[in-house]
């Protein structure tokens, strides 16, 4: 059985582990962050607020890690690696200097399409307005709010060992066809990413222009 804990230290021959349960969005009730704190109290876990919006616990034991997910009653935040893994919303909808209430959306995102397999990790960032709050320009796929309230898309954006900033894909878009325009490019590179290739890497082998170019056609028909 898969215990969706990973592996955080070996110490003296003992190991210990750590697991991240699925907060979308990075919004959780005030009854499950409770939860979360009377499960580390229990089982005598380190909480690290991690970057994507997720809460880490860690410090745990091998033999725990089934009888805590049953104590949590909540999902893991990956099941697999290559996959969706995050999608980072800003809080729009309560921040002053949003354009647009991207909470919808990005929640929309998240319950159709987090978790779902791809060739490599993918993480998508929602942000209300220029700012980005959700490091829209490092993520695989970015949904942003411009000036004049219309969604623009960006591509191809990664972090860590091979740095790669975003390309704007397309602009002036209503929420709908924004939308449309993250299942179209999910579902592309799905389709045509080889194994292992982050998306920024599968937009530079086939060029910006040929991947821009299908992914807007495909949006035309849907």
Known sequence: MNLYGNLQKIRNGERTYGITPHIPGGFITPDNLIKIGEVAKKYKAILKLTS?????????KEEDLSTIWNDLGMEPAVK?????K???ICPANFCKRSKYPIIGIGMKISNNFHGMLLPNRTKIGVSGCRNACTSIYSKDIGVLVDYNSKFFITVGGSAGHNPRQANILVKELDERKAYEVVKNILNYYNEY?????KLGEFIDRIGIETFRTNILNKSKTS
């Open 52 to 60: 994507g919006q997720r809460i880490l616990i860690t410090g745990l």
């Open 80 to 84: 697999n690696q290559l996959s969706v």
């Open 193 to 197: 990413g080889e194994m292992g290739e």
């Open 86 to 88: 995050n999608v980072e």
